[in-house]
């Protein structure tokens, strides 16, 4: 039975090839653990690495079997013919590869490089050992020659490992990387088709020790309105697993209502660079606003929260700079789905976990390190590990058809590049970073800074969720100036005491109509009853605890853009009514607050005539 050949794998390709073996080797455990591990900067999705290092792992020690056998005392290698083309294929899959990435991802294209090394030697060593067949049947010389020293079981092992392993490091490679492949060239493709709409803008985070940047994407934000400071510009924030372009609908709407709208990608959404694990909620809205300030953006904000955007926006009125925010709009917003649901259902277990909730949250503070509190373990570590390995296979392309939905809801022109947003490789990341292990890191973040008015309100509603108040003060750094449309006169300052607050949510939710919601069972009737009327409560109680200018409006019937009843999606299907809306809303309750105010300090500085008035004079 063959032998390593002595000074065959010890010649200069084969020493160069070991030490590569030895290196994907070592970068294939190195990036999984990296992968896992926490408390750090996230540039890229090191599984892409991991697989790139496991099939360039694999395929050097092909290129060593080939190197050791191909011309060894005993025998010679099989299947010449099909090394040759493997090893081409891999050469060609290596060029593929390095220019799918080179304009997104360096490293990703340097690793795939080297593959190059081990296919060339592939090639030429099983194209030596044809030569060398060729020679030996002239020469009568049989293909294989059992040692005599060899035992059976010696020669049946070698036969083995000579037929086994070549087909096992075959579908390993070409499998493997095919779909590496077909991920690279179809992110350059999309990086070549779609550019990105917004700036990138450099933030700091992690206390001022790790930087990245987060995608500002604005609408009719021109030098005219940067020079008006006191037109406000509308902030998106999208649904959780949204990129930007899911709001560009409805922030195109705002800018042709005369007012510039801007969305900010999140960490790893969209066009952002991702962000770290374990991610610090609190450290994300920070992040927001230094990219609205270094945008710049000068002027007052309305924040817009879409889903758990809301959430967001409410996080950002407590943990950032919430004096230049003179409104807020909340789109379907609840604390959290899942324990909003769960109490639905009447869950003993609900209450208690939410009073663990709230012991770790007594101090007000989310600046603290608090203690990460599972609502419901089971189910949060399965969904995180859902995200988790979809974020692993994200770099095989096997999400691309799974992402590949969104015809009618988003418009036709940006329809490719909202897709081509969902099968990048940091997609997944993202959602699991944000995830971070539990869907209600967010709540648990927005529950540290709940005050005693809205703590007393709600427990006298008998509500389970507790969040806290916006802050009376907001939009001071805006009190000498006058808020107002768009080319339309200055009015009176607005009161920020009384911060206007648009709820709007979809009346398809409160809907408790089984036939209307296309359900027969009895039991998910039942179930779909009880969400109903809590979905409506929760809406409720926002505008009672949240600011005493609240307004709740029910999105419901066809509009011109969407013939349908109003669902969950009317944020997609209705951008420009809903647009349209959200400012009338909004201005109409700012000049209700200033006429307020106005009526106030009229009837303040009357009375104080009439007491001056009656007040007896001392000679």
């Known amino acids: 039975m063959w032998q390593l050949r002595k000074h065959t794998v010890l010649s200069i390709p084969g020493i160069i090839i070991l030490l590569l073996t030895a290196t994907y080797g070592i970068a294939f455990f190195a990036y999984i653990g990296v992968a896992v591990s926490q408390g750090r900067m996230v540039r890229h999705n090191e599984y892409v690495y991991m697989w790139l290092a496991l099939i360039g792992f694999v395929l050097s020690l092909q290129a060593l079997f ?64 044809r030569r060398g067949y060729a020679v030996d049947r002239v020469m009568g010389i049989p293909e294989f020659r059992p040692r005599l020293a ?59 020790e790790d930087w990245y940047k987060l995608h500002v994407w604005c609408q009719g934000y021109g030098p005219s309105e940067q020079a008006d400071t006191n037109a406000p510009v509308f902030v998106l924030l999208t649904e959780f697993g949204m990129p930007s372009t899911a709001m560009e609908g409805l922030a195109k709407g705002i800018a042709d209502n005369g007012h510039p709208a801007c969305i900010v990608d999140r960490p790893g959404y969209g066009w952002s660079e991702p962000g770290y694990w374990a991610q610090d909620p609190v450290d ?22 879409w889903g758990e955007g809301g ?23 609840y604390p959290n789905m899942e324990i909003l649901q769960t109490y639905a259902l009447n869950r003993t277990t609900t209450l208690q976990n939410l009073r663990q909730f709230r012991s770790y949250n007594t101090n007000g503070n989310s600046d603290d390190e608090i203690p990460q509190v599972h609502f419901d373990k089971d189910l949060e570590s399965s969904i995180s590990q859902g995200y988790s390995s979809w974020r692993a296979a994200s770099p095989l ?86 808020l107002k449309r768009r080319d339309t006169p200055p009015s009176e300052p607005a009161s920020y005491s009384n911060l206007p607050v648009v709820i709007i949510a979809s009346a398809h939710q409160f809907n408790s109509d089984c036939d209307a919601q296309g359900i ?89 005539t009439s007491e001056a008035s009656s007040t007896p004079t001392t000679t």
């Open 66 to 129: 080939v190197i050791s056998a191909y011309r060894s005392v005993n025998r010679y290698l099989y299947w010449t013919i099909a090394w040759i083309v493997y090893g081409a294929v891999m050469g060609v899959f290596a060029v593929c590869v390095v220019a799918g990435y080179a304009t997104t991802d360096g490293s990703a294209s340097a690793w795939a490089a080297f593959w190059l090394v081990p296919a060339v030697a592939v090639v030429v060593y099983a194209a030596k050992a």
């Open 150 to 208: 060899d035992s059976r079981g010696a020669v049946l092992a070698w036969v083995a490992l000579d037929n086994v392993f070549p087909w096992v490091g075959w579908l390993i490679c070409l499998f493997f990387g095919l779909l590496v492949v077909i991920q690279a060239l179809a992110i350059a493709n999309d990086y070549n088709r779609y550019s990105r709409p917004g700036v990138l803008v450099p933030v700091q985070t992690n206390g001022g």
């Open 284 to 305: 994300v809205v920070k992040s927001i606003n230094q990219a609205l300030t270094k945008y710049p953006i000068a002027n007052p904000i309305v924040l817009v929260g």
């Open 311 to 333: 959430v967001w926006s409410q996080l950002y009125m407590q943990a950032a700079d919430y004096t230049r925010v003179i409104g807020v709009v909340l789109l379907d917003t």
């Open 397 to 482: 392309a096997l999400h691309r058809s799974r992402n590949n939905g969104w015809s009618g809801f988003q418009p036709s022109d940006s329809l490719g590049m909202h897709r081509s947003l969902f099968r990048n490789n940091l997609y997944y990341q993202a959602r699991y970073f944000e995830y971070g292990g539990t869907g209600s890191s967010l709540y648990q973040t927005l529950l540290g800074y709940a005050t005693s008015s809205t703590e007393a309100v709600l427990v006298y509603h008998h509500w389970p969720l507790r969040w806290p108040a916006l802050r009376a003060e907001s939009g001071s750094e805006f009190l000498s100036s006058s």
């Open 520 to 608: 027969s069972n009895s039991e998910e009737c039942t179930k779909w009853q009880a969400f109903a009327w809590f979905y409506y409560r929760q809406q409720i109680e926002y505008q009672q605890t949240l600011s005493q200018n609240a307004a709740l409006l029910a999105c419901t019937g066809p509009v011109e853009e969407d013939s349908g009843d109003c669902n969950e999606d009317f944020v997609w299907r209705r951008p420009k009514w809903l647009a349209k809306v959200i400012v009338n809303q909004l201005f109409e309750q700012v000049d209700n607050a200033t006429s307020s105010q106005s009526t106030e300090t009229a009837t303040v500085s009357a009375k104080a």
